[in-house]
């Protein structure tokens, strides 16, 4: 084991990739520079700028061009910058990447990566800090990962690199410089596995990307034995562990960074629910952001992130309801 | 064989592929028109002067990308027509399953990497696919047709910067026929056009009668010989017209009777086969109307697809239960 930061565990999961299949490559806006977050570092000196691409200001084509790049044989890695830029090539990840298998009858496939770095990150307002993951667990076709530690985003972007899959890697763009164990031989980390965080009787946490280490805290701080997962992957997802511990605990904590109406956490509760019928929980809850842009202003930021304490209180809350 | 008859071999095989998506059209539309095919056409009658001109330039390794009127691109690309017929009928075996349709037919084995729904997507997937044959070291280039809509759409101007910037591959082929869809294309495009646009990205591009078949074929061999040359992308801005409305129903009352009379006074089949010898012309029009119309039969007395492939090729991890 190494400690090391979440964009240094990417970087050499990523260098590792790309010296074990050359036609994996990566395209985006200043990437040769090592990304805006240092997670490109040094790989244009190593694998030169055929394969590690800067490119211009062109969402559509970055998203369009990894496509095509993907149809004719290659590996491509589609860097969007931040999720929020996504939002410039919907229609070549939704209508294009997401659907070419399936509409051609399976000719071809979208074999990539699209990595979005997403969430709040300190003071960036409204359109730097979304959240968006829920609009693509919806969409049919892609694989949606959210690692929430340094190991995680190491062994999950392997994974993605290996699938035959367009997999969506939305990293938390405030956990680029927190700090994690990560293995000396990074391994791929399976889509749909859920990391069991802690173990416990008396409820049921779940949560994923930038929530990880906030739940995690609160977990500890609140004194409650809590049966925390971590979901890693969001599309697929660890289904049948969250059920079984739910059955077991009878009581639901949703928890994600994502505006609460509409967030994956309603697709989390619903499953379980359709699972355990409609009595099977004692206590439920999903806490989320209000609905509300992400504002500028430290403190306005602080009123909508959630904290450990403000995570603390709830799991608190629901250990409590018919206790 | 002597130059002069190589080169009416040539000018055959072009009659031949022309004739073949024209009859493949009036076939498509026809059984769109009785309900025969569900959905929609886009017949690209007039104007498959383009296709063939452009296609015959390439080689079965060279991919294109190509449009929601795309059933031409593909059969001059080598396209498995029976298969495209019964794609259009929603049949088993159609080229993609029943799973695409008229406007999403692909054929990979050809470089044919897809029709799309969506005006201007096929831009940055040529350049993409350009750049993987560039790092692949293939030997090969990709033609990317679009209309004339499309060059109001922001893809356009990104692909032109792109394919100009990294000097990719590509042959861009605007088919402008005039409209898109309902709107005459210069009531809502400001400027001096798609050719000036491409070269203010630093695209080359070069002018052709698309309604000239052989005009067509002279420009596409040079601009293809000039990108197989390593010489960066090239713009292809093909004048034509659409002798049909948008789509298979519509009877495009927007537009004078006249305009399109004349233009099917312009006819890419017939300017070309004044050139040939009538017996062998009347010889390749007939087969190419049996071909077609025997493919139609085909896809009626084909099988519809299994319900169960709506479920299929999805997606491998997190497939549908
Ligand atoms: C992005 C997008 N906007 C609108 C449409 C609806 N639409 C389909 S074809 C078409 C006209 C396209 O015109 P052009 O690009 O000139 O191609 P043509 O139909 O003339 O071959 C329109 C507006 C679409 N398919 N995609
Ligand atoms: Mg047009």
């Known amino acids: 084991m190494t400690r090391m930061t979440f964009a240094e565990a990417a970087r050499r999961a990523l260098a590792e990739e790309m010296r074990r299949d050359p036609l994996v490559w990566a395209l985006g806006e200043d990437l040769v520079q090592g990304g805006i977050f240092g997670q490109y570092k040094g790989l244009a000196e190593e694998f030169g700028t055929d394969r590690i691409v800067s490119t211009p200001i062109s969402e559509s084509t970055i998203m369009g061009a990894g496509l095509g790049a993907a149809l004719c044989g290659t590996r491509p890695v589609v860097e969007m910058r931040i999720a929020d830029f996504t939002l410039c090539a919907m229609d070549e990840l939704v209508s294009q990447i997401a659907k070419v298998r399936y509409m051609f009858g399976g000719q071809g496939r979208a074999a990539l990566v699209v990595r979005m770095p997403q969430g709040m990150w300190r003071n960036s307002a409204a359109q730097h800090s979304q959240c968006l993951e829920a609009w693509l667990t919806h969409i049919p076709g892609l694989v949606v990962a959210a690692p929430g530690t340094p190991a995680d985003a190491a062994g999950l972007l392997k994974s993605a690199v290996r699938s035959d899959d367009p997999v969506v890697l939305m990293e938390p763009k405030n956990l680029w410089t927190a700090e994690g164990e990560v293995m000396e031989e990074i391994a791929p980390i399976p889509f749909g596995v859920a990391r069991h965080a802690a173990q416990g009787d008396a409820l049921t946490v779940v949560t994923w990307s930038a929530m990880v280490p906030v739940v995690e805290q609160a977990a500890r701080e609140s004194g409650i034995a809590c049966d925390v997962f971590d979901l890693r992957s969001l599309w697929p997802w660890d289904e049948a562990a969250v059920i079984a511990s739910a059955r077991r605990t009878g009581r639901l904590l949703v928890v994600h960074e994502a505006v609460t109406v509409s967030g994956f956490g309603a697709e989390v509760v619903a499953r379980v629910v359709e699972a355990l019928g409609p009595g099977g929980l004692r206590a439920v809850e999903r806490l989320g952001s209000p609905r509300a842009p992400v504002p500028f202003s430290p403190p306005l930021e602080d009123s909508i992130r959630l904290s450990p304490a403000r995570v603390a209180d709830a799991i608190r809350r629901v250990a409590a309801v018919g206790a | ?321």
Not at chain 2, 205 to 210: F, L, Q, S
């Open chain 2, 1 to 321: 064989m002597s130059s002069a008859s190589n080169e009416t071999a040539r000018r055959v095989a072009m009659l031949r592929d022309m004739a073949r998506i024209r009859a493949f059209e009036r076939e498509a539309v026809a059984a769109m028109r009785s309900g025969e095919a569900p959905g929609v056409v886009h017949p690209s009658i007039g104007q498959e002067g383009v296709a063939v001109g452009v296609c015959a330039n390439l080689r079965r390794a060279d991919r294109i990308t190509s449009t929601h009127r795309g059933h031409g691109h593909a059969i001059a690309k080598g396209a498995d027509a029976r298969a495209m017929m019964l794609e259009l009928h929603g049949r088993a075996g159609g080229s993609c399953g029943g799973k695409g349709g008229s406007m999403h037919i692909a054929d990979f084995a050809v470089g044919m990497l897809g029709a799309n729904g969506v005006v201007g997507a096929g831009i940055p997937i040529a350049c993409g696919a350009a750049q993987a044959i560039r790092l692949t070291k293939e030997d090969a280039i990709v033609a990317c047709f679009f209309g004339d809509g499309a060059v109001n759409r922001g893809p356009f101007l990104e692909g032109m910067n792109w394919a100009a910037l990294y000097r990719l591959p590509v042959l861009f082929v605007c088919e402008d026929n005039g409209f898109a869809a309902f709107t005459r294309n210069s009531a809502v495009t400001a400027g001096g056009g798609p050719a000036v646009r491409a070269e203010a990205c630093g695209v080359p591009a070069t002018a052709v009668d698309g309604e000239d078949v052989l005009s067509v074929d002279a420009v596409a061999a040079e601009l293809v010989a000039r990108i197989r040359g390593g010489g960066g992308p090239q713009f292809l801005h093909a004048k034509c017209y659409r002798w049909e409305g948008h789509t298979g129903t519509d009877a495009a009352g927007y537009r004078p009777a006249e305009e399109a009379a004349a233009a099917r006074g312009r006819d890419c089949i017939r300017r070309l086969a004044a050139l040939l010898d009538p017996e062998e012309v009347a010889a390749v029009e007939a087969e190419a109307a049996a071909e077609m119309a025997g493919h139609r039969a085909a896809a009626m007395a084909a099988p519809w697809p299994d319900p169960g492939a709506a479920f299929t090729d999805v997606q491998d991890a997190g497939a549908p239960a």
